[in-house]
């Protein structure tokens, strides 16, 4: 059977680099907080989903001192996200994948309803289809899963705006492939998306 390796791919939860549209809400110390709550949320799930290696693609390099003293859990791999925009990252990290002939779900931890059912369904998803999506209400997506490669889902989009999801949308049905769509997700971006969060997730 064709495993399915999901890539999680996060910026090192520190303060002032990561969820820093968040800092007005709750300063540069909590956000970093709250980024790190949702980093090992999210690889939680992920290993419980139990359909694949889990790989942390990581910015900047694991090695960096911004990772030190975030005790990553035992049982995935960590890769690098190297140089380019948002494209060229998710671009790499899916073509190496696909080429290793796995199929691959890209995550970001950013999602609040993240979780193992649901990662497990959209593997499920990928096995009767070329691609899976989970748009997010903001106009992007949480998960993008594919099983098949191509470098038009990545290259010049228009990325951290609410034409993302339909944009990739579009780009699929443009190569023919076969699409499944999943529920509507939300990240938590901004401080008016705190509001999702459980109350233990907030770090004012």
Same mark, same amino acid.
């Given at each position: 059977?064709?495993?399915? =390796?999901? *890539?999680?791919?996060?910026?090192?939860? @520190?303060?002032?680099?990561?969820?820093?549209?968040?800092?007005?809400?709750?300063?540069?110390?909590? $956000?970093?907080?709250?980024?790190?709550?949702?980093?090992? !949320?999210?690889?939680? +799930?992920?290993?419980?989903?139990? /359909?694949?290696?889990?790989?942390?693609?990581?910015?900047?390099?694991?090695?960096?001192?911004?990772?030190?003293?975030?005790?990553?859990?035992?049982? /995935?791999?960590?890769?690098?996200? &190297? +140089?380019?925009?948002?494209? $060229? =990252?998710?671009?790499? $990290?899916?073509?190496?994948?696909?080429?290793?002939? +796995?199929?691959?779900?890209?995550?970001?931890?950013?999602?609040? +309803?993240? !979780?193992?059912?649901?990662?497990?369904?959209?593997?499920?998803?990928? =096995?009767? %289809?070329?691609?899976? *999506?989970?748009?997010?209400?903001? &106009?992007?997506?949480?998960?993008? &899963?594919?099983?098949?490669?191509?470098?038009?889902?990545? !290259?010049?989009?228009?990325? !951290?705006?609410?034409?993302?999801?339909?944009?990739? *949308?579009?780009?699929?049905? @443009?190569?023919?492939?076969?699409?499944?769509?999943? @529920?509507?997700? %939300?990240?938590?971006?901004?401080? @008016?998306?705190?509001?999702?969060?459980?109350?233990?997730?907030?770090?004012?």
């Amino acid at each position: 059977m064709i495993s399915t =390796r999901i *890539i999680i791919f996060a910026k090192a939860p @520190q303060p002032g680099f990561a969820k820093t549209r968040l800092i007005p809400a709750l300063g540069a110390e909590g $956000a970093a907080k709250l980024a790190q709550q949702m980093l090992f !949320s999210t690889l939680h +799930e992920a290993l419980a989903a139990g /359909i694949g290696t889990v790989e942390l693609c990581g910015t900047p390099k694991i090695d960096d001192v911004a990772w030190q003293g975030i005790a990553l859990p035992l049982g /995935i791999e960590i890769s690098d996200q &190297g +140089e380019g925009d948002l494209g $060229a =990252r998710l671009a790499r $990290a899916s073509g190496r994948a696909i080429k290793n002939t +796995e199929l691959v779900l890209l995550i970001g931890t950013d999602c609040v +309803e993240m !979780s193992a059912t649901l990662l497990r369904e959209a593997a499920q998803s990928l =096995r009767g %289809h070329d691609a899976v *999506i989970h748009c997010t209400a903001d &106009g992007g997506y949480a998960l993008l &899963g594919l099983k098949r490669y191509s470098a038009a889902l990545f !290259s010049d989009m228009p990325w !951290s705006t609410d034409a993302v999801a339909s944009t990739t *949308i579009a780009r699929i049905g @443009q190569l023919g492939w076969s699409l499944h769509v999943g @529920q509507m997700l %939300h990240d938590v971006d901004a401080p @008016q998306d705190l509001k999702l969060l459980s109350p233990k997730m907030v770090f004012a």
